[in-house]
Each structure stands twice: as C-alpha cells, then as structure tokens.
C-alpha cells in the first residue's frame, strides 16, 4: 500500500513562511516524479510544483515561481515544499503527489498515480 503522511500546514499571517513535508511510504521516491497540488474552494486543483525523480529538475506554477521550492531527500523518502512570502491567494488545501511513470505532462493532476490526504494552509491577517 502507498500512503502518504503530510505535514506542516497551518494558518500564517501574508509574507510568513511555511514549509510542508511529504513522507512516501510504498514507494521509492527516487524512482518517481514527485508534485504539490493544491485545490481553493470553488477551484480546479491547481499546480504547484514537481520535482523529477532525482531532484535535479524542478518545475513551478508561474503564481508561486520565486517564492516556493520544491525539493527531496530520496535517502529519506520526504519531499519538501517550503513557501515564502505567503499570500491570502495562496490558501488552499495542499496535496502530495506521485507519478510512477513519468508521464509527459507533469501540471496536469491526471498523470499523478498517488495522492495524499491534503494538509490545509490558510494566509489571512
């Protein structure tokens, strides 16, 4: 069985950081593709990043490009997501992903073979 254990959500004031954490388990994370997604309230679930299977290509949203990064650690088996300069838009629920076989479209949600049970993030004043 594949299950994930998310980490690090929270409820932060605009320009705080927050960094979550993803631990794969049934899975080798360094023979998968790795994505954050996220889904608004009245929203498609949306891309946020990926991360190819051994960390040295990554990939962003153009909305969190500059401000987030994505990472592994394949030793471990997490992934990382760390947000800086948070902003109210950026509230959403925040899912782990895993896409075994390395499809060609990684911002499309459809390829991804694993999820997740989401960790909330909500930036308000």
């Known amino acids: 069985q594949v299950h994930f254990v998310e980490t690090g959500g929270d409820a932060v004031q605009p320009g705080a950081s927050l960094r979550l954490s993803c631990t794969a388990s049934?899975?080798?994370?360094?023979?998968?593709?790795m994505g954050w997604f996220r889904q608004a309230p009245g929203k498609e679930r949306e891309f946020v990043a990926a991360?190819?299977?051994?960390?040295?290509?990554?990939y962003y949203a153009d909305s969190v490009k500059g401000r987030f990064t994505i990472s592994k650690d394949n030793a471990k088996n997490l992934v990382y997501l760390q947000m800086n300069s948070l902003k109210p838009e950026d509230t959403a629920v925040y899912y782990c992903?895993?896409?075994?076989?390395?499809?060609?479209?990684?911002?499309?949600?459809?390829?991804?073979?694993?999820w997740g049970q989401g960790t909330q993030v909500t930036v308000s004043s």
């Open positions: 991360v190819s299977r051994g960390g040295g290509r990554t």
């Open positions: 992903a895993a896409d075994r076989d390395y499809g060609v479209d990684y911002r499309n949600w459809r390829i991804y073979d694993y």
């Open positions: 049934g899975l080798t994370s360094s023979t998968n593709r």
